[in-house]
């Protein structure tokens, strides 16, 4: 019965926190034993410490195990449905193609975080947190990303000139964010994002 509990709630190759399973007024311990229990027949694998899934059945002799993207949006992009996160620095550089270099950590900006910076793993994985610098949610945490990205741009892109504003211009455009959702957080940034921001074409909602 717990199994097919775990199997409704959370279905296959998506990640299971071991501390976030409640059911029928089951222990932490009994929750725990039984975890292992079921890891121990390969009915659950294990991902992290604390965190396993549901591998999915294949015909293939190796299954698609479970992504680090999903294990990094429940554990510190969301809370419950509640976006309260999101992916900075070089990663999200490369994700909209302003570099080709692939990073050796993921960076995330997450309400979670309890210091302005931290390092922890994620399957052997350099995971880099930082504390955002206002409370994010659905409505604001794309300006939040975009701003972080000005902030570094010219640390974090390999493109320049013309070819970096007209990408630039282009995800924004995608995204619909406009200068002035930019503007209500400018004062949390350091003076060189204004320098950064000219330099990409990117004032008053005018690109150059």
């Known amino acids: 019965m717990f199994f097919d ?42 991902y992290d410490t604390g965190i396993y899934y549901i591998p999915k059945d294949s015909i293939f002799k190796t299954a698609p195990s479970l992504s680090q993207n999903s294990v990094i949006e429940k554990k510190y992009l969301y809370s419950g449905t509640e976006r309260c996160g999101y992916i900075s620095g070089i990663n999200f550089a490369n994700r909209i193609g302003l570099t080709t270099q692939v990073p050796a950590s993921c960076e995330v900006v997450t309400n979670k975080a309890s210091k302005d910076y931290r390092e922890a793993t994620l399957a052997s994985e350099k995971i880099i947190i930082r504390k955002p610098r206002v409370m994010i949610d659905e409505s604001n945490y794309k300006t939040l990303q975009f701003l972080d990205l000005l902030k570094d741009v010219d640390l974090y892109s390999e493109l320049e000139g013309k070819e970096l504003n007209n990408k630039i211009k282009t995800y ?37």
């Open 172 to 208: 924004m455009e995608k995204s619909g964010l406009q200068f002035q959702q930019l503007e209500q957080y400018l004062s949390l940034y350091p003076d060189k994002i204004f320098r950064n921001m000219y330099k990409v074409g990117v004032l008053n909602g005018i690109s150059a």
């Open 5 to 46: 509990y775990l199997l409704n709630t959370y279905g296959t190759n998506e990640p299971i926190f071991v501390s976030d399973i409640t059911h029928d007024g089951m222990t932490q311990n009994n929750i725990r034993q039984q975890i292992m229990n079921y890891a121990a027949t390969g009915k659950l694998k294990r």
